[in-house]
């Protein structure tokens, strides 16, 4: 059974720094993309970040880049979000996610993700 937890949640100050991390079990991703999404209250679910399955790719959306980094070690089968100078609109549930297919050669926010963790809180204060 293939699970993705999500960990590194918390609440901060703004300007803050936390880094969320992933970690699979029941398969291993290594030549799959993984990709951060988050969903604040009352909104949908939006793309933060994805990496492609060698971590020579990534993308991010324009609200976060410059301030949010994407990695992996697949060494550990787990992804990595470094989120520095946080502000309160990043306050959200934030969710990782796997793609099923094989050395995926475009990533972003319109790939299908297959698997999903549970989320984890982050909470920015003013």
């Known amino acids: 059974q293939v699970q993705l937890v999500e960990s590194g949640g918390g609440l901060v100050q703004a300007g803050a720094s936390l880094r969320l991390s992933c970690a699979a079990s029941?398969?291993?991703?290594?030549?799959?993309?993984r990709a951060w999404f988050r969903q604040a209250p009352g909104k949908e679910r939006e793309f933060v970040a994805a990496?492609?399955?060698?971590?020579?790719?990534?993308d991010y959306a324009d609200s976060v880049k410059g301030r949010f980094t994407i990695s992996r070690d697949n060494a550990k089968n787990t992804v990595y979000l470094q989120m520095n100078s946080l502000k309160p609109e990043d306050t959200a549930v934030y969710y990782c996610?796997?793609?099923?297919?094989?050395?995926?050669?475009?990533?972003?926010?319109?790939?299908?993700?297959?698997?999903w963790g549970q989320g984890t809180q982050v909470t920015v204060s003013s």
């Open positions: 990496i492609n399955w060698s971590g020579r790719s990534t």
């Open positions: 996610a796997a793609d099923g297919l094989t050395r995926r050669t475009v990533i972003g926010p319109r790939v299908k993700y297959d698997y």
């Open positions: 029941g398969r291993t991703f290594s030549n799959y993309a």
